[in-house]
């Protein structure tokens, strides 16, 4: 196993023993569950609606665990023993950053379908948000990951990581929510931020966590 593939796997683990996995999971169905109470039982209201529901609570659920990607490892050393083994930062944060979307994304693909039921979505709607967030989850793993590397080793690093993360996430939800009717224009610009944000994740984490570093 080289060092890029047992970084994913140990941020893979991590994310199911510290509550990387569960917490944002369980965030996001109490979304789903308090909805319907605060709108009322109208089915054909939380049908229209729904799909948006289920974006929103993706990106604050996403949000949840941005703040134990990079500080730990910044406060015990692990980054320097990365470095000292001739890993470039980038490649840590790449790494990082697929480990973080494997910790997350598959479970809240699946929470979606029980999201779905709770909000009464129709199956072609299910279908559609299913796809907008296999296309936007990689997005939104890259963003969390530039989002811990820039606030890593400062204080009240949590409530600033929100502040950083979620307007440049407005893109993600603006497509993602559009793509839900099924138009072919928004499912691609929903495409192109999400590829954008991952092919600028290990560049931008890694000179952050190297700025940490000095």
Do not use: Y
Request: hydrophobic letters at 60%; a positive charge.
């Amino acid at each position: 196993m080289n060092a890029f593939t047992a970084i994913v796997v140990r941020e893979l683990r991590r994310s199911w023993t510290s509550g990387g996995l569960v917490l944002p999971v369980a965030f996001f169905l109490l979304v789903a569950i308090l909805f319907p109470f605060a709108v009322g039982p109208d089915g054909k209201l939380l049908a229209r609606i729904g799909g948006g529901v289920i974006w929103a609570a993706a990106l604050l659920a996403a949000l949840l665990p941005v703040e134990r990607l990079i500080t730990p490892d910044a406060e015990t050393g692990v980054l320097d023993q990365f470095v000292v083994r001739g890993l470039s930062d980038a490649a840590v944060a790449a790494a990082k950053m697929v480990g973080h979307w494997l910790g997350f994304a598959p479970a809240l693909l699946a929470a979606t379908v029980v999201a779905a039921g709770l909000l009464r979505l129709p199956g072609q709607t299910l279908v559609q948000v299913e796809l907008g967030l296999l296309i936007g989850t990689p997005g939104l793993a890259a963003l969390g990951v530039i989002t811990a590397a820039l606030v890593a080793g400062l204080r009240s690093a949590g409530a600033l990581a929100g502040l950083v993360m979620l307007p440049f996430a407005v893109p993600l939800l603006i497509f993602g929510a559009g793509s839900i009717d099924g138009e072919p224009g928004a499912l691609k610009l929903l495409g192109a931020v999400s590829l954008l944000l991952v092919a600028g994740c290990p560049f931008v984490a890694g000179a952050a966590m190297k700025m940490g570093r000095s």
